[in-house]
């Protein structure tokens, strides 16, 4: 084996390691490799290993919440294309448009997405991409034929979204908050929870929230607060449906994730994280 093929084999261990979400890891790996690409081969053979590392770069920095550094980071890897290998360019694309998405700019990652020339493996997911930035833009019909074709690209990777009522999904999360135990629903009885389709960019463009997060408490938790403090406005939940649409594969799997989220943003209220609602069985 020789060395650049020993790179290609540790770049597939570190993209091993962001798929399982050992982020900080698949980080440090990503630097060290771009490293010891740069000392060891010259521009035009190192290139395709370049951009490849420096995309797992930034989607490892992306994923710390280190924004600022990946936006660094994926504007070096655009002057790196075209590599020499278009899969790559493709993947590399991709990643610069989620990217954007995460940082609330549909523009960017609207017009990114139009230059990425996907091979088989990545056409479903630009597909969807396209879908999801079409929805967000209000066109909820060419949103859902996107999906519609990504869906028959790859019914598995990418499944048409669980779709349901909004009275349906209303009900549901009515149940769970019913099924709560009763000191548990007084301690609710101040909180607006609303189902809406997905988050505003108006109000909800932050680095600290990502377009396709499924649920957001807005409020003070319990545990947090005084008898001192002032007067604040009601705390509110807020359940995205078409996110949790889009994350489950199917209607069962849909009522499973309605139910979870809710729950997860009721922990927030309460002050408790996940051992805290399983050991009382909401998790």
């Known amino acids: 084996m020789d060395e650049l093929d020993k790179i290609y084999d540790r770049l597939d261990q570190a993209h091993e390691d962001f798929e399982n979400g050992r982020f ?15 000392r060891l081969f010259d521009d035009e053979t190192r290139r395709p290993a370049e951009v490849e590392a420096m995309m797992l770069l930034g989607n490892a920095l992306s994923e710390q919440a280190d924004l600022h550094r990946a936006g660094e980071v994926f504007g070096e ?9 278009p899969d790559v360019d493709s993947e590399a694309l991709f990643s610069k448009a ?18 990425c020339r996907p091979h088989d493996k990545l056409a479903a997911r630009v597909t969807d991409l396209r879908g999801l930035l079409m929805m967000f833009d209000g066109r909820e019909e060419q949103g859902r ?3 519609r074709e990504a869906s028959r690209i790859d ?3 990418c499944p048409f979204p669980a779709e349901m009522s909004d009275d349906e999904a209303g ?3 009515q149940d769970v908050v019913d099924a709560l135990p009763e000191d548990i629903r007084g301690a609710l009885s101040t909180v607006q929870i609303d189902m809406v389709f997905l988050p505003d960019p108006k109000i909800d463009r932050s680095d600290d929230l990502h377009p396709e997060i499924l649920g957001v408490y807005q409020g003070v938790p319990l545990t947090d607060r005084s008898v001192f403090d002032p007067v604040m406005a009601p705390d509110r939940i807020r359940i995205f449906k078409h996110n949790i649409e889009r994350y489950a594969g199917d209607r069962e799997a849909l009522r499973r994730e309605l139910r979870i989220t809710l729950l997860h943003e009721i922990g927030h209220h309460l002050g408790w994280d996940e051992d ?5 069985g909401l998790a």
Do not use: K
């Open 98 to 115: 989620r990217f954007h998405l995460g940082r609330w700019d549909f523009a960017a990652a609207r017009e990114t997405l139009s230059r």
């Open 276 to 280: 805290d609602l399983a050991e009382r």
């Open 77 to 85: 890897l655009e002057g790196l294309l075209p590599s020499g290998d």
């Open 171 to 173: 009900d549901l999360l």
């Open 145 to 147: 034929e996107l999906y």
């Open 155 to 157: 019914p598995r990777g």
């Open 24 to 38: 900080a890891m698949a980080r440090r790996s990503s630097e060290r490799l771009l490293r010891r690409i740069r």
